[in-house]
Every structure is written in structure tokens, then in C-alpha cells.
């Protein structure tokens, strides 16, 4: 069984998310009034780390973007929906 995709629009879509992932996160947690050490501190993720995910220097893991919903108060799905707005 093949791991890889044929599905172009599926990786197109997880693209688009990837690169505008950084920008967003950031965008997102000013909005919410959130330095990095505040969002690692009710996420429980480093602030470093975040600090490399909105430079593009790391894609999170599900779990972690998890985490970084919950922090904000959000869903994941909610936060999703955020990424995806512009």
C-alpha cells in the first residue's frame, strides 16, 4: 500500500495550509492578545516552538496544533477554520 497520493488537490490543499500556517499563528495570537510566552504558557507549548512555527521553521503535529487551539480556548476545528480565513 502506497503512502503517497495521487489526490493533487488533497496536497495542494495541506500546501496551502503549511505555508500560511506561520503568518496565521501569529495573526491569530495577536488577535488574541497573546505574547508567545502567554500562548506557551496556556498551551503547554515552548515558546521557542512557537516562535519557530511562525517563522516556518517547524510544521506542528497534530497533537501540538491541538494544543495550540486549546490554548487559545478554541476547538480544533475552530482554529482550522481560522487558518483558513484570510
Known amino acids: 500500500m502506497s503512502v503517497v497520493s495521487t489526490n493533487h488537490e488533497a496536497h495542494?490543499?495541506?500546501?496551502?495550509?503549511?505555508?500560511?500556517?506561520?503568518?496565521?499563528?501569529?495573526?491569530?495570537?495577536e488577535a488574541a492578545g497573546f505574547t508567545k510566552y502567554g500562548l506557551a504558557r496556556e498551551s503547554g507549548i515552548s515558546r521557542e516552538y512557537?516562535?519557530?512555527?511562525?517563522?516556518?521553521?517547524?510544521?506542528?503535529?497534530?497533537?501540538?496544533?491541538?494544543?495550540?487551539?486549546?490554548?487559545?480556548?478554541?476547538?480544533l476545528t475552530e482554529f482550522s477554520e481560522r487558518l483558513e480565513d484570510e
Open 12 to 29: 495542494d490543499y495541506a500546501e496551502r495550509l503549511r505555508e500560511r500556517l506561520p503568518r496565521r499563528l501569529q495573526e491569530i495570537r
Open 50 to 75: 512557537i516562535g519557530k512555527i511562525e517563522r516556518g521553521k517547524a510544521n506542528p503535529t497534530l497533537p501540538v496544533t491541538a494544543q495550540l487551539s486549546h490554548g487559545f480556548g478554541l476547538t
